[in-house]
Every structure is written in structure tokens, then in C-alpha cells.
Nanobody, 113 residues
Framework: QVQFVESGGGLVQPGGSLRLSCAAS????????MQWYRQAPGKERELVAS????????NYADSVKGRFTISRDNAKNMLYLQMNSLKPEDTAVYYC??????WGQGTQVTVSS
């Protein structure tokens, strides 16, 4: 029943921006801490950003700190990731989740000139 549908990825030039969206269903979203993960080719999945259930507390990986912003709209069961000043090393499939299960399809982000 738990489901995540990621969208908003695409091809962007270095220095560009993208806004990723995640539609969540099958659980009480407003009570649940959420995270964005990413997985680059040949690398393990890594935690990019996290946000508390109310949105009041956020944390970021050092590699994206100052460039990415995680946010949520509990009325719409939506999670977002605003990605600015993108670098080629940000290229990966991005996933949203509440834990280490129920993975969705993810959305591909490619940063290249």
C-alpha cells in the first residue's frame, strides 16, 4: 500500500536548477519524517536530505548543503527537492522514502553540457 511516485527529473546543464516532486500514499504522511536519496551509476544509494514530519527540521548531505532545499506540503502528501547550482556529480536517480523499504521508480537527473 505504501507508494512513492517521483517526478521532475531531466537533463540540465551545469549550474542549472530542477525541482523534484514526490507523491506519497498508503500511510499517514503528515506524521512521517521523509528523506530524499540518490544513486549514481556504480555507487551505493546515499541519503541526500531529510525533513521532519512538520517540516521544522531539515538535514543535508555535505555534498549538497547550500544548494538543495527539501520541503513538504502535508495537505497534499507531497515532498519536494529544489536543486540549484547543479553539478555533474549530482547525476543520479533520485528517490523519496520514509525508510529503507517500499522504493519507487525514482526520477533520473542528468547534469551535463
Amino acid at each position: 500500500q505504501v507508494q512513492f511516485v517521483e517526478s521532475g527529473g531531466g537533463l540540465v546543464q551545469p549550474g542549472g536548477s530542477l525541482r523534484l516532486s514526490c507523491a506519497a500514499s498508503g500511510f499517514t504522511f503528515r506524521w512521517t519524517d521523509m528523506q530524499w536519496y540518490r544513486q549514481a551509476p556504480g555507487k551505493e544509494r546515499e541519503l541526500v536530505a531529510s525533513i521532519s514530519s512538520s517540516g521544522g527540521i531539515t538535514n543535508y548531505a555535505d555534498s549538497v548543503k547550500g544548494r538543495f532545499t527539501i520541503s513538504r506540503d502535508n495537505a497534499k502528501n507531497m515532498l519536494y527537492l529544489q536543486m540549484n547550482s547543479l553539478k555533474p556529480e549530482d547525476t543520479a536517480v533520485y528517490y523519496c522514502n520514509r525508510d529503507d523499504t517500499h522504493w519507487g521508480q525514482g526520477t533520473q537527473v542528468t547534469v551535463s553540457s
